[in-house]
């Protein structure tokens, strides 16, 4: 499983190794929504002309309304994991951790030395991947304090937190708090390929960020897609209410097969098993894909499948395994 332990969506990989094309396969490995924004399939970007500044505004505008938080303090970024390890390099500070969360986190930034009591920066994913936990705002407040009070920093990495609005604290970014929070627009928009996200955080820092990602930070198609997608109140209002019970469809079928599972966020569903090696393997020669974790070795994650009939192969290759292992 070592190919498949780092990220979800290695169809490429999963091909090579257990067979098919790209199109025989479920891809249920990643956390990203399988029933996207439909008005990405109107929207016709002018690729001949290079990203307007004027456009970026808008759409640094039209996210920081969605997400409750002042525009002046939002900057677009090509996906959240390039915004994290921007914040790496600029706060160049030690981070602190939950240990089972986002492999990039230790990739952006180095861990506290033995003894180290200087300032850290505290990153607290909500709710986090891949278990699911979430955080009440009142516990990153509290964390918050704790931090700049020492001379650190609070991330507060919410990738998976427009399932969750009230538990947000994008909100609470202000010049002279030590506070950044990102986000992610493709999982819940359904559209990874876009690759864009935001970090909201003090002036000074995004002056920095502006300075390092230059004048065209994302692409034309990024500034379209999430401009209007943002400002469509009606999908977002009914995929918060879908999602839910999409994810209890799953949870029944998982737990019918023996399979517990966890996690606040509707969009996966993490599971602990002794037999996690064995059950990734018989669902990927029957071409579904589920996402390892290479420091733990009984958790696999399931993504959400998009339909009935897609929930309904899952059952049909999880009997399968329940049957002959």
Not at 50 to 66: F, G, I, K, M, T
Not at 265 to 292: E, N, V, W, Y
Request: glycine residues 10%; hydrophobic residues 40%; neutral net charge.
């Amino acid at each position: 499983m070592n190919a498949f332990v780092t990220h979800g969506g290695r169809l490429d990989e999963a091909c090579a190794r257990f067979g098919g094309d790209p199109g025989d396969w479920l891809d249920l490995s990643t956390g990203i929504n399988p029933c996207p924004w439909p008005g990405a399939e109107t929207i016709r970007p002018d690729w001949r002309a290079l990203p307007d500044a004027r456009a970026l505004r808008r759409l640094e505008e039209s996210a920081a309304a969605h997400f409750g938080a002042d525009p002046a303090l939002c900057c677009a970024v090509p996906g959240s994991e390039a915004g994290l390890r921007a914040l790496g390099r600029i706060l160049d500070l030690p981070a602190r951790h939950v240990p089972l969360t986002y492999g990039t986190y230790a990739k952006a930034f180095a861990s506290p030395p033995p003894g180290h009591t200087g300032p850290t920066a505290l990153i607290v994913t909500n709710p986090n991947n891949p278990d699911g936990r979430l955080y009440p705002p009142g516990h990153l407040v509290s964390a918050l304090g704790r931090q700049q009070h020492g001379g650190g920093w609070l991330i507060a990495d919410e990738a998976f937190a427009d399932c969750h609005p009230d538990t947000s604290v994008a909100g609470l970014v202000a010049n002279g708090r030590n506070l950044a929070v990102t986000r992610s627009f493709g999982k819940f928009f359904g559209l990874a390929g876009v690759r864009l996200g935001f970090v909201l955080a003090p002036e000074p820092l995004l002056a920095e960020l502006r300075r390092l990602q230059g004048d065209w930070p994302v692409c034309s198609a990024a500034l379209a897609f999430g401009t209007d997608a943002y400002a469509d109140p009606g999908w977002i209002a009914a995929t918060r209410a879908g999602l839910p019970e999409r994810a209890a469809k799953l949870d029944t079928v998982l737990t019918r097969h023996g399979l517990r599972t966890t996690g606040a966020c509707p969009l996966f569903r993490l599971t602990d098993t002794g037999a996690a090696a064995d059950l990734f393997a018989s669902l990927a020669r029957a071409q579904i894909l589920t996402r390892p974790f290479a420091d733990h070795p009984r958790l696999l994650r399931f993504g959400l499948p998009a339909d009935d009939a897609q929930l309904a192969r899952l059952d049909a290759a999880l009997a399968f395994w329940s049957r002959y292992g």
